[in-house]
């Protein structure tokens, strides 16, 4: 069984779109639009990866490397790829598979660096946690005010009604919840620095900072900078906060035209 997939735009060059956690293809649809209004030539194909939207019930391994082969495994061969947050790593993890279309990887506000023993300090394992204390839903309102009751943002809970669907006994989960902590603590483990610290003459891996986002730490930074020397690696600053889409679609839409493939 494949992954779901969804595609955007009509231009004969493709790219492809992978979520962050806890989200689906549907959360990209827009900010697919206006980057195929911008770049006519290209379609952009979106996916729900492993364990989330139309692909909840795609069974395990609940891996990053294993949403990178469910990728690989599509009938499509991207020349750009973009992910974002947990996508970031699922499209690092692909581009080290070196596909022969693949000339360019975008990874939105994620960094290469594992974080062992900081999941409990992430806001998306404390989104987790507060999910699965929360009782069946009738209404989507009501999802937003137990999460803002629970100190998360209006924004983030408002983002989160979209990952419910109506079925006959109420509002679910577009998404496996135990799967997404498997996955999220895969993501939390893995380190990919060395996809970025190889070189590859024929292959552009543009990473995007979230000013506004808690990710960049001193030591990531200096990383990159350590990187800079490298006309591989690019590493540009958006003003926006890690939901990069929502927060500051125009201005990353943008920033990609600028720096897309000729």
């Excluded at 549907?26 to 639009?33: D, E, G, L, P, V």
């Excluded at 989330?52 to 019930?57: I, K």
């Excluded at 999802?143 to 990952?163: C, D, H, P, Q």
Aim: charged share 20%; net charge negative; aromatic share 6%.
């Amino acid at each position: 069984m494949s992954i779901a997939t969804e595609v955007i735009g009509s231009g004969a060059r493709v790219a492809l779109i992978c979520h962050g956690i806890l989200g689906s293809r549907r959360n990209w649809r827009s900010f697919a639009r206006g980057l195929t209004a911008a770049l006519p030539g290209w379609r952009v194909v979106l996916v729900d990866l492993r364990g989330h939207g139309d692909s909840s019930e795609l069974g395990p391994p609940y891996t990053v490397a294993q949403c990178a082969a469910d990728v690989a495994a599509l009938s499509v061969d991207p020349e750009v790829i973009i992910g974002h947050s947990f996508g970031g790593k699922v499209v690092l993890s692909y581009t080290a598979q070196l596909p022969a279309a693949l000339q360019q990887t975008w990874v939105l506000d994620a960094i290469p660096s594992p974080t062992p023993g900081d999941e409990d300090a992430q806001e998306v394992s404390r989104v987790i946690a507060a999910l699965r204390a929360i009782p069946p839903l009738q209404r989507r309102t009501d999802l937003v005010g137990i999460l803002t009751g629970k100190g998360f943002s209006e924004t983030l809970a408002r983002w989160m009604t979209t990952n419910l669907q109506r079925t006959p006994d109420g509002l679910r989960w577009r998404f496996d919840l135990s799967a997404i902590a498997a996955l999220i603590a895969d993501y939390f483990a893995l380190d990919l620095w060395d996809v970025l610290e190889t070189p590859t003459s024929d292959l552009e891996i543009h990473v995007v900072r979230a000013l506004r986002s808690d990710r960049w730490t001193p030591d990531v930074l200096e990383r990159f900078d350590d990187l800079s020397l490298s006309s591989d690696v690019t590493l540009h600053e958006l003003d926006a906060g890690h939901w990069v889409h929502v927060d500051n679609p125009a201005g990353l839409i943008e920033m990609m035209v600028e720096n897309w493939l000729a």
